[in-house]
């Protein structure tokens, strides 16, 4: 390849960096929030960056952008970490949905993203934005982590159990339906493992009710269910969700054991 | 030695800098970045993908209480003493055909000894795996032949080795005490042909007059090779020496496709090279793999730096 | 001078091939014409057994007759490097469209390289128009409804399955007819055990060197595991809670935290028992040998018996100058004096996953046409080509097997197995390292569980840190999926597709938290009975 | 330079030497000998009577007719590698050598120092920063990836031979061109290439069988089947799970056919190459 003379070089390459400036401007705001969905975190969280400052820009949407893209920028590093909280304290102002939005990711870097983690920091934020009924799923979701916090409290089932119940009062806060449906799945879940299994099962009714909408999920509380039923000795109850699991997933590893469990519970006992 | 060059006439020669400009570059892109980029990433937790942590000098501190890591310098130890002595059969063989009279058989050895060079390594590893084969291995059947084990499960019994029975036959490559006895005993002959080839060479310089001083004083075989032909070959031993120890120190792929990447039975086969595979491919930890072997580089820095400085060899 | 002329015609020879080898590599002659609008579709899998590569070609070649733009490559790669190749060509992004998923596939590298297919297989599946199969999700196609293509960890479904697989006894029907006068496979474990015994005393007997079963560190452990999970039935139902039919290993790792199992407890030490009384059946120093020499050894009718998976019936067939029996794996039965009192009966098959799944990459040069071809594999009339060429079992529901592949179907009636011993990295390192204890001509079932003792709670403490680490690494890539999708369905609250993918992604980061702080108990389960023992 | 080869006048003669000798090469050669008689027997044939070669009359040639047709193109793709890497590697390493050799340059022990240090990192853990960098360069699924990693990979042993031999070579010769304005490329041409013909057949034959035998590099670097090298055909063999080894053995031999041809036609060359006593420490 022939060797092109410096000078020459130079120019190519300023002017390879003109264009991609331009280039960068006019991605929107929309694209770079799409670059995020599909795991494409450096590339939308330089889209964030450029749009700094652009006109017609919404710059609060734009700080929470740049704040939750920089969790995941590669190599995720604990100066990248500070970034993202000092982006979102500036958004803590306010009533607006990136205020709620910002106090829950400043709780979830608490939780995960600091070594060592402040998980009383988070578990505070998270009871505090719950109370605040914000009506946003995502910042519902806090419920879930309350409840898991909950069960990993204590060693022992008892604890554990006292824990777990204490979390109940968090549904009356939650506004949405996925926040209470995932709230229920995931409390009855782990009362069952604790051992409290009436409750447990109430739970898990009350998520059932919302609606659960994702096939993977639905069977895990149905088999749940009907097994807990089973054993509590509601056995009508048992039999309805066996039937319903039977029905809409017939083909799955467990099916033959659950035909099994029917046929028990089916036949009153001599 | 290199001609000394004033630093004026230097810069007159600057044209000779071109020369080492391409093999710079090769060097430069193709062995030193990767090892830069090793020593980056042995400061992150590091899947082998794009996602990684920081996580400083985590992976370092790790190491200190990694035991298998350090066990693993024992069973390394043990195989670079046993490769020592394993150089010795090559020198053997390079005297035998130094000494030789006809010129002719001199040749047709040579030419003998290049020949297994060609042969895949695949083949020479199928041979040895049948070897020691415990049911219908040459190993067992030569011991049983030879009622050698019969006199082995004797020793057993008095030494309480736990390791050859009666009627069984022994497992060499499954029982934790036979794995580095049948590592050393791997390649048997241990000729490597480019040595024994190395070695004639420096033989070669031996004047013909000198032989004969020997034989008027009724010299022994043994003083002629201690005191004539053995410190004409120092360089080329010690430059071998080296290079083995490079090789044995950095090497795990005899262990990988004999005893997998958990080392054998008993663990026993571990070599840290074998264990910097298992960190990387089994475990998926590879940041913690760099840092493996930027600490295995400077342990074999050290050593070949120790090897230069006490073994001093005057030209 | 000779000497200049050997080496003239040496390096004249060399120069020869070198120019034909450059021709032939500047000007390849590929087959059909690869102008540009072929596009190339590779996939890439590690089965070499006899027959797979064989079926693969013909539905490519089927495929091919549909789309004639479009040509299928098919990249067999062996077993042994299979992982360092995977890895290398994820991350230099010139990795095939398609590849098996199994061997050196962690979660994070699943999530990072390949293409979640959940919504996909929640439609039917286009080339089951004119099947029975028309309108059912082509999740429900498959006998055990796609289990098998399933990431736990990872709440979604990432490979279609072409055949489903189980392991089985062969037999070797002369040398069995020979020895005990009838062609009659064992059905019990009993049974099994005398057999092994009867031929072990007939090659004594006749100085033939016959093995009962032919053994390798891949076949041996195979036919063990399979029996020494008959023996944890009863205590997994009595610990596990109830809704949980699987085994789950953050469980049983806090389970054995808890003390709640350990390897002296009495179930365990009757696997262990178990294994060791079939191990002294197999080829001495099996732990040493590998899989193609167990193999050898049976096609050559060196040993009665083989317990292998169905992947190696076609090779073992078509070797084997004798008729060959299958058998199921004899467990214990509940009335069985010593091994009864723990098992439940024989392991139900229900569980066996689909298997030989095939994943799509996201670094894939053409994914419409690549999905398009994973559809195609995983249809009615591509799975009917797959069991006639390969006779392997079909994985899609309504294909009849090949006759040879009949006694390969996995059968549905027994119960769920108990849970296996941890294997993850560490601890596999402290089951293997220690092996000679259980099998060795000195070892014993309660010598290995003492091993197992000492070693295993220090290996599955740094397994669980490693398994939270990866389940983090997964759940803060979900962290600004998830706000990306509430910032856009908030502005646009018409949308139902952008809600529908909300709602998804919040009830699966929510399994994928529970199983995070699953694994959480678990580890300090762990510190905490390491802190004192 | 160096003296005519001693020849040791002693009387006894040399039998008790030769039996050892050829003790020692039977077992070297053993290897050679079991792939030559198992490639020419079934799995049956081969089972029944393992180390003695099959009578003449029931060899079996078709082995080596599946052999041929597998081995081939593999042979093919090796021969194109294995050469130009080879070429490439001595062009470079000559150059580089000459450098150290003729004069001490400023800065010189500092650079062979950074070469001497290369010989000692551990490989394992970059081929997957190494496979990062191919793919920067989208050298991935080419020959041309192993071609230049065999080049960069010669360099070091190349030019540490190298560097000694043209040490060894007389001054005064340099000197007579340099008077009369020979550049240094010109030197290199015409003083220390004539001279150096075996050391440089010798180093060829290295790295040609370097770049031959080598299957982890291929492997991870090539991706479709058409472009294999050697080293990756024959792990395809020996990954097969019923293994038939009169095949595997016959492709074995076919593999190491070409080495032999070559070695046949250069081995003057290559042992005087190695017995020019130029390998020094």
Not at chain 3, 113 to 137: D, H, M, R, S
């Amino acid at each position: 390849m022939s060797f092109l003379p410096p000078r020459l070089l130079l120019a190519a390459f300023g002017f390879l960096i003109f264009v991609a400036s331009v280039l960068a401007k006019n991605t929107s705001l929309q694209s770079a929030w799409e670059f995020a969905e599909v795991n494409l975190f450096s590339d939308s969280n330089r889209a964030f960056r450029e749009l700094k400052g652009q006109p017609g820009v919404d710059e609060r949407e734009r700080a929470f952008g740049e704040a939750v893209t920089y969790l995941n920028v590669q190599p995720r590093t604990p100066q990248n970490i500070a970034r993202s909280q000092e982006l979102l304290k500036t958004l803590i102002s306010g009533n607006d949905r990136y205020t709620q939005l910002a106090e829950f990711y400043l709780a979830r870097i608490d939780e995960d993203y600091l070594i060592p983690p402040e998980s009383e920091r988070a578990k505070a934020a998270y009871l505090e934005l719950l109370t605040r009924r914000t009506g946003n799923p995502l910042v519902e979701s806090a419920a879930v982590r309350l409840a898991l916090m909950a069960e990993l409290s204590a060693a022992d089932p008892e604890g554990r159990r006292e824990a777990l119940l204490a979390t109940r009062s968090l549904a009356q806060n939650l506004l949405t339906r996925e926040g209470r449906r995932d709230f229920h799945l995931n409390l009855g879940l782990a009362l069952i493992k604790a051992g409290d299994l009436p409750e447990g099962l109430k739970e898990l009714l009350a998520a059932d009710t919302e609606g659960i909408t994702r096939p993977l999920t639905e069977r895990g509380a149905w088999v749940a269910i009907a097994e807990t039923a089973r054993v509590t000795g509601q056995t009508e109850l048992a039999t309805k969700y066996y039937r319903k699991f039977l029905e809409k997933y017939s083909r799955d590893t467990r099916s033959y054991m659950l035909e099994q469990r029917l046929k028990e519970v089916e036949t009153p006992q001599p | 030695m290199a001609l000394p060059i004033s630093k004026t006439k230097a810069l007159l020669e600057w044209k000779l800098y071109l020369f080492i400009v391409p093999s710079m570059v090769l060097v430069a892109t193709f062995s030193y970045y990767p090892t830069i980029s090793a020593i980056y990433h042995s400061f992150f937790l590091w899947g082998g993908g794009d996602t990684k942590e920081f996580v400083g000098l985590k992976n370092f501190t790790d190491i200190l209480n990694d035991k298998v890591f350090w066990t693993s310098f024992i069973t390394i130890g043990i195989l670079v003493i046993a490769n020592i002595f394993r150089m010795i059969p090559s020198i053997f063989l390079a005297v035998l055909i130094h000494r030789l009279k006809s010129d002719r058989w001199q040749y047709w050895y040579r030419v003998l000894l290049v020949v297994p060079m060609i042969v895949p390594g695949l083949v020479t590893l199928f041979i040895w795996k049948f070897f020691f084969d415990p049911n219908l291995g040459v190993l067992n059947a030569a011991l049983d032949a030879s009622h050698l084990k019969v006199m082995l499960v004797h020793l057993d019994k008095f030494f309480g080795w736990g390791v050859f029975f009666e009627g069984v036959p022994t497992a060499w490559l499954g029982e934790p005490a036979l794995i580095i006895p049948a590592l050393i005993i791997w390649g048997f002959p241990w000729i490597g042909a480019v040595g024994v080839l190395i070695f004639l060479a420096g033989l070669q310089s031996i004047g013909a007059e000198i032989y004969e001083a020997a034989d008027l004083d009724g010299v022994t075989s043994l003083q002629k090779f201690l005191h004539i032909e053995f410190p004409l070959i120092m360089t080329q031993v010690r430059l071998s020496m080296v290079l083995m120890l490079i090789g044995t120190l950095q090497g795990y792929g005899l262990q990988f496709l004999l005893l997998g990447p958990d080392g054998g039975a008993g663990g026993r086969g571990m070599v840290p090279g074998l264990w910097m595979f298992n960190r990387a491919f089994i475990a998926g930890e590879f940041g913690y793999a760099c840092a493996l072997g930027l600490f295995l580089f400077v342990f074999i820095l050290g050593l070949t730096w120790i090897n230069n400085k006490f073994v001093k060899v005057d030209k | 001078m000779r000497e200049r002329i050997l080496n003239g015609i040496g390096i004249g020879l060399l120069a020869i091939c070198f120019v034909v080898a450059l021709g032939r590599i500047l000007w390849p002659k590929e087959r059909g014409s690869t102008g540009e609008d072929v596009v190339t579709i590779r996939i890439a899998h590690w089965q070499l057994e006899t027959g797979v590569r064989e079926a693969l070609e013909a539905m490519a070649r089927e495929y091919e007759k549909l789309h004639p733009d479009v040509r299928i490559q098919q990249i067999p790669i062996p077993e042994r490097i299979y992982t360092n190749w995977l890895i290398t060509q994820l991350i230099g992004g010139t990795a095939p469209d398609i590849i098996q998923i199994g061997i050196g596939m962690t979660e994070e590298r699943i999530a990072r390289f390949f293409v979640p297919i959940t919504e996909l297989v929640e439609q039917p599946n286009p080339y089951n128009k004119g099947t029975a199969l028309e309108e059912v999700p082509m999740r429900n196609t498959f006998f055990d409804g796609m289990q098998g293509g399933y990431q736990e960890n990872l709440l979604e479904y990432y490979s279609v399955p072409l055949s489903g697989t189980s392991i089985r006894v062969y037999y070797n029907l002369e040398l069995l007819k020979e020895i005990t006068g009838s062609d009659k496979l064992p059905t019990s474990y009993r049974e099994f055990i005398d057999l092994c015994k009867t031929t072990a005393a007939f090659a004594k007997a006749n100085k033939r060197t016959i093995v009962p079963i032919a053994g390798s560190k891949y076949n041996g452990p195979l036919l063990m595991s399979a029996l020494f999970s008959s023996q944890t039935q009863k205590l997994m139902d009595k610990l596990s809670p109830t809704g949980v039919l699987l085994s789950d290993s953050a469980l049983t790792a806090e389970w054995f935290a808890e003390n709640k199992w350990t390897p002296n407890s009495p179930e365990v030490l009757s696997g262990l028992k178990l294994m060791r009384e079939v191990s002294e059946f197999l080829s001495p120093g099996f732990m040493q040998l590998q899989r193609d020499d167990a193999t050898f050894y049976f096609v050559q009718g060196r040993s009665l018996m083989i317990c292998s998976g169905s992947w190696d019936s076609t090779s073992i067939q078509s070797q084997a100058p004798f008729a060959v029996g299958v058998g199921r794996i004899p467990f214990p039965t509940p009335d069985d004096p010593i091994y009864g009192p723990f098992t439940k009966g024989r392991i139900s098959e229900a569980g066996t996953l689909s298997a030989v799944n095939f994943g799509l990459v996201r670094s894939s040069a053409n994914p419409a046409i690549a999905q398009d071809f994973l559809l195609f594999l995983g249809s009615q009339p591509a799975n009917r080509v797959w069991t006639n060429v390969s006779r392997w079992i079909p994985s899609v529901v309504g294909v009849e097997p090949h006759p040879a592949a009949a006694p390969f179907q996995p059968l549905m009636d027994g119960y769920a197995p108990g849970f296996p011993l941890p294997n993850q990295a560490d601890a596999a390192r402290v089951y293997n390292t220690n092996i000679n204890d259980l099998f060795g001509p000195e070892g014993s079932p309660q010598k290995f569980a003492d091993r197992l003792a000492e070693g295993l709670l220090e290996a599955q403490k740094s397994d669980l840190a490693r398994i939270i680490r990866s389940t983090s690494m997964n759940s803060k890539r979900r962290d600004t999926v998830v706000a990306s999708l509430a910032v856009q369905q908030a502005k646009d609250p018409g949308n139902t597709q952008l809600a529908e993918k909300l709602d998804e992604a919040l009830q699966s980061i929510a399994s994928i938290e529970r199983g995070y702080y699953l694994n959480k108990a678990a580890l300090r389960a762990t510190e905490t009975a390491a802190a004192n023992p | 330079m160096n003296t005519p080869p001693a020849k040791p006048l002693r009387k006894t003669n040399d039998l008790s030497k030769h039996i050892m000798i050829w003790a020692i090469l039977a077992l070297e050669l053993l290897p050679f000998y079991m792939m030559i008689q198992i490639s020419l027997k079934t799995n049956k044939m081969f089972f029944e009577n393992t180390w003695l070669p099959a009578l003449p009359q029931d060899w079996v040639w078709k082995n080596y007719v599946d052999a041929f047709h597998l081995v081939i193109p593999f042979v093919a793709n090796s021969v194109v590698v294995a050469v130009t890497a080879t070429i490439g590697a001595l062009f470079f390493s000559l150059l580089g050598a000459y450098f150290f050799a003729r004069y001490k340059m400023p800065g010189g022990n500092a650079l062979w120092a950074a070469f001497l240090l290369i010989m000692l990192l551990p490989g394992v853990a970059n081929i997957v920063t190494l496979f990062a960098l191919l793919q920067s360069f989208n050298l991935l699924n080419t020959l041309w990836a192993l071609i230049i990693l065999g080049v960069a990979g010669g360099q070091v042993f190349c030019i540490y031979v190298l560097r000694n031999f043209i040490e060894e070579l007389p001054k005064d010769l340099f000197e007579a061109a340099e008077m009369d304005g020979a550049s240094h490329l010109k030197q290199l041409m015409h003083i220390v290439i004539p001279m150096s013909g075996p050391i440089i057949g010798t180093l060829a034959i290295l790295q040609f069988l370097g770049s031959w035998n080598d299957f982890l590099l291929p492997l991870v670097v090539l991706r479709d089947p058409q472009l294999f090298t050697i080293g990756v055909g024959l792990i395809y063999l020996d990954g097969e799970y019923v293994k038939q080894w009169g095949s595997v053995m016959a492709a074995f031999f076919v593999a190491s056919l070409p080495l032999l041809i070559i070695f046949l036609f250069t081995m003057k060359l290559f042992v005087r190459g190695l017995s020019s006593g130029a390998v020094k420490g």
